[in-house]
């Protein structure tokens, strides 16, 4: 779907994983996902011509499957979600969501996972060299763009506002109050997160300098379990913000109006269907 940062779960797991369908929903751009993601990894390392075909077979190959096997299962999910959220939640109901999306997430990084680890172990020694460098050039990018910490409880506010407004069709004034006290609240995680990828970028090129038999599960661990190279305050912030975004959907949930769960619930379902069609292979 989109990039590995996706995975890390920054608000809550219903909010995520719609941001991600929502990017994915076109067909245009769905069918055409391996091609892009092949020139994303290519920018980060130059390939040969054989790994070139190797990462295009194990794109194609993935994108196959997720379009069989993953976007009806999304869809129902979707459909389930659309009845649910015609009546306020509980913290255990949106638990339970986040679960499952959870164990979607799981599903994907489970079948790419073994074809990853064999293209990251046929890179040679400048290849690895080559592929850290451009990562941890493009984490300090990403960091930077992060902007001015004065501002980003007011940017932060900002985005929860334009989505709740995109799928709820409007704001009401008390959920604005709502929205700005929680996102005053919660903690930047810039510093913590740029330190945690470089974490994981530096096991990454010892994993793939490890004699041959050690290499391969290291390389999978690795990349099945990213957050385990979390640093401990990163996983801290992490963790207290999501009880902290968690508390914010449940008081913005008890003061949707039937109008704007109606909005909601249309959008969801609208969601589902665009995903049945490309399910489909219809454009």
């Known amino acids: ?16 994983l719609l941001l991600t369908l929502a990017a994915c929903t076109g067909s245009f751009f769905y069918n055409r996902l391996d091609t892009l993601a092949g020139w994303y990894l290519g920018s980060l390392v130059s390939l040969t011509d054989g790994q070139r075909i190797q990462l295009q077979h194990w794109l194609s190959q993935t994108l196959a499957w997720h379009r069989q096997s993953e976007l009806n299962r999304y869809s129902r999910f979707l459909r389930d979600l659309s009845d649910q959220v015609m009546q306020p939640g509980t913290p255990v109901r949106y638990e339970e969501t986040q679960k499952r999306f959870q164990g979607f997430w799981d599903d994907l990084i489970e079948k790419a996972t073994p074809d990853a680890t064999t293209l990251l172990l046929s890179l040679s020694p400048e290849q690895v060299d080559e592929l850290v460098r451009n990562m941890e050039e493009k984490a300090r990018e990403r960091s930077d763009d992060e902007g001015k910490p004065e501002n980003w409880h007011r940017e932060q506010a900002k985005s929860l506002t334009r989505f709740v407004k995109r799928w709820a069709g409007s704001v009401t004034d008390e959920q604005k109050a709502l929205i700005t006290a ?12 740029l330190a ?15 004699p041959a038999d050690d290499r391969a599960g290291a390389v999978q661990r690795l990349l099945e379990k990213p957050d385990n190279q979390w640093t401990q305050e990163y996983h801290d912030k992490s963790q207290r913000n999501r009880q902290r975004y968690l508390e914010l959907v449940t008081s913005l949930d008890a003061t949707f109006t039937d109008r704007q769960r109606q909005h909601l619930r249309a959008e969801l379902l609208k969601l589902a269907q665009q995903l049945d069609t490309i399910a489909r292979g219809k454009t």
């Open 1 to 16: 779907m989109t990039s590995s940062r996706a995975k890390r779960i920054r608000v809550a797991g219903v909010c995520t």
């Open 182 to 193: 929680a996102a005053a609240q919660v903690e930047p995680t810039r510093d913590e997160w």
């Open 196 to 210: 945690s990828q470089q974490a994981w970028q530096r096991s990454l090129r010892e994993a793939l300098q490890k």
